[in-house]
């Protein structure tokens, strides 16, 4: 694309440009030397200057002049804030939805699902291959599905167990955690472990023991803690209380 030439009149018209610049601040000393021009097109130019507002270090005033043709004055078409290589400016815009983390849904606030999220498939599709209602349309397997009391529109697919079991296992109810590093036993082997069904229930299981600091909590099978069920106390033995001799009656006690 062939550069644009700076339009002579508009280039020459920086005071112009400044004037509008300092109506639009406010004030004089809100507005800085002049550090350069760009060519925006034929005959419209945009002056720059520094920006000296308070908490607007970087920035730079931009002023777009224009003028028609064989016209000897300009016309004041636009006056903004941009920000410069110095700048301060916010971070890029990142949505409400992808923005929220665990631990942030409070009482009353709803996150809404995607329809097409990778971590859910249509729950009519884990119903058994067997049934020859599979070869019905979409409604009949609706209907069969809440026959079943498979009543939940959307179920978790791979890719979602795979998310899940990879958020599980590297936390800290996982068999790399400090706890299960140091515990006797792993929770595979605890009579308070409650078996998950499904294909998670291979690798976790959900923790029984009120004692235990996974108490209601998923926990990887090779996880562990000090509150293992087989793990029993020792019992104490009985010490031999030393017999006291003494020489004479004198020397009791009592």
Request: aromatic share 4%; net charge negative.
């Amino acid at each position: 694309m062939r550069a644009v030439k700076p339009d002579a009149v508009c280039l020459a018209a920086v005071d112009v440009a400044r004037d509008a610049a300092v109506a639009e601040a406010g004030a004089a000393e809100h507005v800085g030397e002049a550090v350069g021009a760009i060519a925006e097109g034929e005959r419209l130019l945009t002056h720059l200057f520094e920006c000296r507002l308070p908490g607007y270090r970087g920035w730079r005033w931009a002023v777009t002049l224009t003028r028609v043709p064989r016209a000897r004055t300009v016309t004041v078409n636009d006056v903004v804030l941009v920000a410069g290589d110095e700048a301060l400016v916010s971070p890029p815009w990142v949505p409400w939805s992808d923005r929220l983390e665990p631990g942030d849904l409070a009482p009353g606030v709803i996150q809404p699902t995607q329809d097409d999220d990778p971590r859910l498939m249509p729950g009519y599709e884990s119903v058994p291959a067997a049934s020859t209602a599979l070869d019905e349309p979409k409604d009949a397997i609706a209907d069969l599905v809440d026959d079943l009391l498979l009543t939940r529109a959307r179920v978790l697919s791979v890719a979602g167990q795979d998310e899940a079991a990879h958020r599980w296992q590297t936390s800290d109810a996982g068999p790399e955690a400090p706890i299960a590093v140091a515990a006797p036993k792993p929770c595979r082997t605890c009579g308070f472990l409650v078996a998950l069904a499904g294909p998670l229930g291979a690798v976790f299981g959900v923790c029984a023991n009120a004692l235990a600091p996974d108490d209601g909590r998923v926990v990887a099978l090779e996880h562990g803690c000090g509150a293992h069920s087989e793990i029993s106390v020792p019992v104490s033995r009985a010490v031999d209380r030393p017999v006291l001799v003494y020489e004479s009656e004198a020397d009791l006690p009592f």
